[in-house]
């Protein structure tokens, strides 16, 4: 594994901490405007890592690691080919493979943090799965969640080459049917504190600095409030 | 035998068009009706017999401690937990840059442990800079208002009661400054309570706080007036004490709502429309109706005679609903109650002589004593806003165009091209991390600029499908300007529910963002609506409505409106 650390030992004052998947989901999509995508873009964003944490899997930590490497790094766009040093961004070709724009037989080359890819591809596929390699792991993904052999871990990965098509019949029952809905109640762990707060920095790029003019004005100073 | 829907109506007219309703002026206008969510509660509460309890109460001589209240349903039981502070007053501020409060609150799911106590004691009085865990619903704080606070712990500790022309024009002991609900700060997601039925319809969890709010603020000005006066000191006598509501300030952080949850807000104002529809559908009323109606517009006339503010936005509406409530009640007085579809005969003449302000509470004042007829329509005011989410990228160019050419006609109206058009500008203050509203030519914050301008992005993308051919999928269009994504996925939601978007510029140089909050805040079922300027504003909650000790005795909803003065 490479890149920003994701599961650093939380301090004493982050132990008992978590967070709600909603707010994480708003922080992501803040997160992702501040990076440079626009909002309908970084919408998505927020949905995907909602949709991996409900499923137990580190959408932060993956979506981190992204906005830093999106910073400095050479994006390519679908469907040019990326050169040595480009690579596609998974939230912009996740969305168009989701709305249909890619078909759902493809190989994508190069693609960074490919973890943020599967919830679009869960919910192009709906109820039947499809089949998701990355580099040599295979995964099973639908709109429940995903299956496959230490996929949880295996899929963070900086870059991968994907190939996503239809699963021949017949030779995946126990990996298909080991998707499982997302359970209720989920939260973000402590164990995600660094990253939570790397998003922060990342969200404030999209807040305006303040100014003693602006503070007032911005928000309407008008009469006494203390009365 | 409950009336319903099916056997009242020979039929029900249409509703009134989004192109009628969705206007800043008029949603600026709406009031308060049996379809609040506060009213939503109420009623459930009774009817289902919640009992109530003050479980705790560590307040010492200064006013400091902590207390919590518990709400005990069928099924489940919910827990107040108040922290008492000792604000000092060169502290107390309403505005979200604050940092300390006279009182914080959090609510808790199920009975509260020692351990929970501690917990929350170490993060509440933060409020923003704590954390609360997915075993709480909401967040909030409250700060005492100068003006009445003092004024009844005087009172009470001198064994007298407090006058009504002082408690009338403030309305509240405390007032909350934010209620943080649906995960904020930890707070659990609203999925996860989202199917109880007992929080069915929208704000439950928040609003069933705030009640349990006011108890606590009746009990520590009645606790303060024993420690200032043990000997003398009385309680609020029980029809005083219900003149008193919850205030509560509320900023520019409540305006983007509205924007941004378009599935809930037609949810909301479909609610509201289809239960105008039903009662103007009505074929007939009995005279005692007419009088019922002329009555409650009575009612509703002293309310607005005590609705005092200094903002001469609303002054001048005011004013002109106690006039139009005035004709009104003179019209129905000449009523012929035989006429048919009478209700619908007396929203015309409503919608043909009256201001705007007038004709909102109209509304209000018309669902109200058809309960059995729209009171079912509150299970509807809630939204999956996750269905609406996906963009439909197999729709064709041609159809997007014509759903822009529809839904949002209203923008050719409007020239983006003039500076008005586009004077402001949504945007967050890194200070606080709340919305506020710019100038886009005065201030250098176009770049942090919110999507919350829906009519200029639909004209943008609009303009941009032009070169599109009619055949091509929305995809592949979203793949070349991913620009246009929010504002396409926002269409696509409007095509199917018309009053999901608001048909005005909220950007334009003579917007009144208070028209954003006030919407919000009648659909929760707040009162004396008080500007104090352009962006924030005061209200109150709960006033008139029952306590917790007398709600199986009361009926929540006649005591909406104040009682007629003898």
Request: net charge negative; proline share 6%.
């Amino acid at each position: 594994m490479t890149d920003a650390p994701i599961n650093e030992a939380p301090d004493s004052e982050a132990a008992h901490i978590s967070w709600s998947l909603g707010e994480t989901a708003a922080l992501a999509t803040k997160a992702a405007r501040g990076a440079g995508m626009p909002w309908g873009l970084a919408d998505e964003a927020g949905f995907a890592v909602g949709w991996l944490h409900a499923r137990g899997m580190p959408g932060v930590a993956a979506l981190c690691r992204y906005l830093h490497w999106r910073d400095a790094g050479g994006l390519a766009v679908w469907p040019h080919a990326p050169n040595s040093d480009q690579f596609y961004c998974p939230i912009t070709v996740g969305a168009a493979f989701m709305d249909g724009a890619i078909a759902v037989s493809t190989t994508i080359t190069s693609l960074r943090e490919p973890l943020l890819l599967l919830p679009f591809i869960g919910k192009r596929a709906g109820a039947t799965p499809l089949e998701v390699r990355l580099n040599d792991t295979v995964a099973y993904v639908s709109q429940n969640g995903v299956a496959g052999a230490y996929v949880d871990i295996r899929l963070l990965v900086s870059s991968a080459n994907c190939d996503i098509r239809q699963p021949a019949t017949g030779t995946v029952a126990t990996d298909v049917a080991a998707i499982k809905r997302p359970q209720d109640g989920r939260r973000v762990a402590s164990c995600h504190f660094a990253c939570m707060q790397t998003l922060q920095l990342f969200a404030k790029r999209t807040y305006a600095p303040a100014t003693e003019a602006s503070r007032l004005a911005g928000a309407g100073a008008g009469l006494n409030d203390n009365d | 035998m409950a009336l319903t829907p099916q056997h009242t109506l020979a039929e029900t007219p249409a509703s009134r068009p989004a192109s009628m309703v969705m206007k800043l002026a008029r949603i600026g206008s709406f009031h308060q009706s049996r379809l609040s969510f506060m009213r939503v509660l109420l009623r459930r509460l009774k009817a289902e017999n919640w009992q109530f309890k003050k479980a705790l109460w560590q307040i010492d001589e200064h006013g400091v401690g902590v207390a919590s209240y518990e709400a005990i349903g069928p099924d489940r039981t919910y827990t107040l937990v108040a922290f008492a502070h000792d604000l000092p007053p060169e502290k107390r501020s309403d505005r979200v840059i604050a940092e300390a409060w006279d009182a914080t609150f959090t609510l808790h799911d199920g009975v509260v442990s020692s351990d929970d106590i501690a917990r929350l004691a170490a993060n509440v009085p933060l409020q923003e800079a704590g954390r609360i865990s997915g075993a709480e619903f909401v967040l909030s704080r409250a700060n005492r208002s100068v003006r009445l606070f003092d004024y009844v712990t005087t009172c009470l500790a001198q064994g007298t009661q407090p006058d009504l022309a002082e408690i009338e024009p403030v309305g509240y002991l405390m007032r909350t400054t934010a209620v943080y609900g649906s995960g904020k700060f930890g707070a659990a997601d609203r999925d996860l309570w989202g199917n109880r039925p007992e929080f069915a319809g929208s704000f439950q969890p928040e609003l069933l706080a705030v009640w349990l709010i006011r108890s606590f603020t009746i009990d520590i000005v009645e606790h303060m007036a024993r420690q200032k006066s043990p000997d003398t000191a009385v309680k609020l006598d029980p029809d005083i004490r219900r003149r008193i509501g919850v205030g509560n300030s509320t900023g520019l952080g409540m305006a983007p709502f509205l924007m941004n949850h378009p599935a809930l807000i037609h949810a909301w104002i479909n609610a509201r429309e289809t239960a105008l529809a039903r009662v103007r559908g009505l074929c007939s009323a009995t005279p005692s109706q007419i009088d019922d109606l002329a009555t409650l517009c009575g009612r509703a006339l002293q309310n607005a005679n005590e609705w005092t503010t200094d903002s001469p936005y609303q002054s001048t509406k005011t004013a002109g609903l106690r006039d139009d409530l005035a004709r009104l009640i003179d019209y129905l007085a000449e009523f012929d109650s035989t006429t048919d579809h009478p209700f619908d005969a007396i929203y015309r003449w409503g919608a043909a002589h009256m201001s705007l302000e007038g004709q909102e509470q109209l509304v209000s004042l018309l669902l109200e004593d058809h309960g059995p007829l729209v009171d079912d329509l509150a299970t509807t005011m809630s939204a999956n806003e996750s269905a609406s989410f996906h963009i439909d990228g197999s729709m064709s160019i041609g159809r997007l165009k014509s759903i822009l050419d529809e839904a949002y006609g209203w923008v050719q109206s409007i020239d983006y091209n003039t500076n008005s058009a586009l004077a402001r500008v949504w945007y967050v203050s890194e200070e606080k991390l709340e919305p506020r509203l710019g100038e886009r030519f005065e201030e250098p914050i176009e770049p942090y600029e919110q999507p919350l301008a829906p009519g200029r992005d639909a004209a943008l993308v609009r303009s941009c499908l032009a070169k599109w051919d009619d055949s091509a999928a929305v995809a592949g269009f979203l793949l070349a300007h991913p620009e246009h994504r929010h504002i396409v996925r926002r269409a696509q939601i409007v095509a199917n529910l018309p009053y999901a978007e608001i048909q005005d510029n909220t950007i334009s140089a003579d917007m009144q963002p208070i028209d954003l909050l006030r919407c919000k805040l009648s659909f929760f079922g707040a009162a004396k609506f008080d500007p104090r300027s352009d962006r924030w504003l005061r209200i109150t909650m709960y006033q008139g409505a029952p306590f917790p000790d007398e709600l199986h005795s009361l009926d929540p909803d006649d005591l909406a409106y104040p009682p007629l003065k003898q």
